[in-house]
């Protein structure tokens, strides 16, 4: 049988070729954990350094973060774009959703709750 054809014919969740696969394998653990440890190193030496103008300190910050994300997402998650991680995006897409619904209607409550405070001179 091919490779091909038993790379089809394998179900989602098997890891009969995590080899194979991008970020799969020790040698993608490795590279993963590397570039992760250089993510979080480079977020605290930023600062101290004063490479950066120090009002975009907080938007270098947030690129890093973003970067961070990123590799945990391909190294570790194994998300990738394969036809067999349609379920895997999928779900990855709807916690992002639920994180923002939850974030984002917090924030809204707390917002209308302090527009409709009651002022403390009104109250006496």
Request: no cysteine; hydrophobic share 55%.
């Amino acid at each position: 049988m091919s490779d091909a054809r038993q790379i089809l014919e394998t179900a989602p969740g098997d890891e009969a070729d995590v080899e194979h696969e991008f970020g799969g394998g020790v040698m993608g653990y490795t590279v993963g954990l590397g570039l992760a440890a250089l993510l979080t190193a480079t977020a605290f030496v930023l600062p101290a350094l004063n490479l950066v103008w120090p009002p975009s300190l907080p938007i270098a910050l947030g690129v890093l973060a973003i970067a961070q994300m990123g590799v945990h997402v391909v190294f570790f998650l194994h998300v990738t774009t394969g036809p067999d991680n349609v379920n895997n995006v999928l779900a990855l897409a709807f916690g992002a959703l639920i994180v923002f619904l939850i974030i984002g209607g917090s924030v809204w409550i707390m917002h209308a709750m302090n527009a409709n405070m009651m002022n403390p001179a009104m109250h006496m």
